[in-house]
């Protein structure tokens, strides 16, 4: 049974930073893409970041691009969200997802395991 448990949410102001970090209990991370998604009040699920399995290729939604980055530690079997310059409309639940191969992908089809999701509130 694949695990995937987020930290890191909370309330923050615009402008502040937050990292959000999530631990996988996968023996084959390493070839496993990681993703992150958030879901929005009154919004569908949309795609946030995504990086490969060596963290070599990233991939990121128009709106976080330039302030945020995503990575990964292969050793420590964890990802991260690093959130900088936060804005009101980045208020949602994220989530950490896992996906078979280790290529980038955006599509939340692809992704196979979730985590419970962790509350980001930005104020303004």
Do not use: H
């Not at 995937?4 to 402008?15: D, K």
């Not at 078979?100 to 979730?114: E, K, L, N």
């Amino acid at each position: 049974q694949v695990q995937l448990v987020e930290s890191g949410g909370g309330l923050v102001q615009a402008g502040d930073s937050l990292r959000l970090s999530c631990a996988a209990s996968i023996g084959s991370f390493r070839s496993s893409g990681m993703g992150w998604f958030r879901r929005a009040p009154g919004k569908e699920r949309e795609s946030v970041a995504a990086i490969s399995g060596t963290g070599v290729i990233t991939s990121y939604a128009d709106s976080v691009k330039g302030r945020f980055i995503i990575s990964r530690d292969n050793a420590k079997n964890t990802v991260y969200l690093q959130m900088n310059s936060l804005k009101p409309e980045d208020t949602a639940v994220y989530y950490c997802a896992l996906k078979p191969g280790s290529y980038v992908s955006i599509r939340s089809s692809d992704y196979v395991y979730w985590g419970q999701g962790t509350q980001v509130t930005v104020s303004s």
